[in-house]
Each structure stands twice: as C-alpha cells, then as structure tokens.
C-alpha cells in the first residue's frame, strides 16, 4: 500500500484482462496506472467502428508489459504498449515479441502535442473566439521553434548519461529544472539558460564515471542516430512538452484544471495523423493477425 492506496501486484492486473474479455473485442495492456480514461478516449479514435474497448490494464511499468507478452498464449486478442523512452534516441527497440508494440515517441503524451488540439481547448475555453483566431500556425511555430533545438540537445545528452553514467538523474529532472515562472498564474515558461546549466551539469557529472573523449564520441554518436528523428518524439512528452503545453494554453487564454484534464481534452482533440502506425496495429490485431515488434 502506497499513500494508503492499495498497490496490485502485476498477477492480480493481468487477471483484469480475463474479468472484462467478454464485454470488449480487445485487451490492451500499458505501463502507465491512473491513465485508463485518457486511454480509451485515445485509443477509441483509433480503433474500427464497431469495436469495443472498455478497459485499460495498466501493469505499472514497462518490464511487467514486456515480460506478460513474452508469456500470453492465450486465443484473445491483445496488444501490448510500452513507451521508447530513452531508448529511441539510442536506436534501440524491443523486437521479435508477437503483439508488442513499442511506440515511435518517448512516450504516448508526445502524440497529444499538436496545434489541432490546443486551438481546441483555447477555443472551448473562450466560448466566442473563432479557431482560425485563437492559435494560428505561426504562433504555434514560434512558440515551439526557439526552444526546439536546446531541448534536442538536453535529451541527447540525457541518452549519453543513460549509456555512460545509468546511476545519474536525468528526464525525472522534468520541467522545473528547464523552466521560471515569469507571469503568476501563467505558469513556468521555458528558460534557455536553465537548459544549457542542465546540460552542463550532466555533462559534469558524467565525467566521474568516463572520461571527455569517450563523453564527447558518444554525444556525437547519439546525435548522428538522432537525424531522422523529430524533437517532438525524441523529448518526454509527459515530464516536458505537456507542462509547458499547458503553460503555452493557459497564455493563449485557455485553461485545464489538472494534468489529467489536460491529457484528456488533448486526446479528445488532437490530431491522429501520427498514430497512423498504432492504429494500423490495433487493426491488425482485431483481424487476429499477429504483429511482432520492431
């Protein structure tokens, strides 16, 4: 028990699966707990018309995913989906496992990052101020461009301390570290002297554990593999783009009552363009193909 609120062991969540397998067409299994309701508002704009999925199963944390598909034999239909964490700016994927899905972001919050979605909440926020006006294209690109390349390279060198110094803190830093609070009420806004101290001091302590030359091929490795790889995958969405998403919202004259809130009018908004791969995969499984990860 954690804060007086009951902790399942990972058996007694995969048994969710078998209590709810007769009401849904489709058990889907994720790290995160607490994230059932934005999920399936998600996946809901995904999946074939027709289809159910009326529960989410959390297993808190990937390992419990990953280990659950390596042992599920069973005929029902399952996805299993973790995050690329770290791990995709490194190039480094789960593969072979059937029904796994790693996704193409750090994490499921990435995809919620968008114009579409954010005119939306401004414009349900206002009640009268037309889509075109409340978040044009190019003040959704200037918000994001002047901090694009520094959080690029905060999270290259979050991947090089994950290689070379594993022990240190890095992306559960998250956006305080990267952020001052200019405008009460407004909340933090992006600092770029806070990023480049970030960057530095995990360059600095790194260095106790390798040496420069070794430190400075890795970064150069790292951000080579990272070319085809967008900024808006590569950064955590939800310890770095989301806080300062809901910063940018609430500027514009929008406003969330919770990160949980947020997460949900997003998923209900965003656009779905980039979950073309997963949403092919929650079809494929419906169809009772099997999909192996990659």
Excluded at 114 to 128: D, H, N, P, Q, Y
Excluded at 189 to 205: C, F, M, W, Y
Excluded at 259 to 265: C, G, Y
């Amino acid at each position: 028990m954690i804060g007086g609120v009951p902790v399942w062991p990972p058996s007694a969540l995969e048994s969710v699966g078998l209590l709810y397998r007769p009401l849904q067409d489709l058990e889907v299994y994720v790290e995160d707990k607490d994230s059932e309701v934005f999920y399936l508002e998600l996946l809901g704009r995904l999946i074939p018309s027709g289809k159910k999925i009326k529960k989410i199963i959390p297993l808190n944390g990937r390992a419990n995913v990953v280990d659950l598909c390596k042992r599920y034999n069973d005929p029902s239909p399952a996805l299993f989906l973790i995050d690329g964490d770290l791990d995709l700016t490194l190039k480094v994927r789960e593969t072979g496992l059937k029904n796994l899905f790693q996704l193409r972001s750090y994490c499921i919050e990435n995809y919620l990052f968008c114009l579409a979605g954010s005119r939306e909440i401004i414009v349900e926020t206002s009640g009268k101020v037309l889509p075109e006006k409340a978040l044009t294209t190019e003040e959704w690109e200037s918000f994001f461009n002047y901090v694009n390349e520094p959080l690029r390279e905060l999270f290259i060198v979050f991947a090089a301390a994950r290689v070379l110094a594993p022990t240190l803190r890095t992306v559960s830093l998250g956006y305080s570290s990267i952020s001052t609070q200019k405008v009460r009420k407004k909340g933090r806004e992006p600092d770029l002297a806070k990023i480049s101290s970030v960057i530095e001091t995990i360059k600095v302590q790194s260095l106790q554990f390798t040496s420069e030359e070794i430190w400075l091929s890795t970064i150069q490795e790292i951000r080579k593999n990272a070319q085809d790889i967008q900024t808006i995958d590569m950064v955590s969405g939800k310890d770095f783009l989301l806080p300062m998403l809901d910063m940018f919202i609430r500027s514009k004259g929008g406003s969330t009552a919770s990160t949980e809130s947020l997460m949900f009018r997003l998923a209900r908004h965003c656009s779905i363009n980039r979950l073309d791969e997963l949403g092919a995969a929650l079809q494929s499984v419906l169809d009772g193909d099997v999909i192996f990860s990659s």
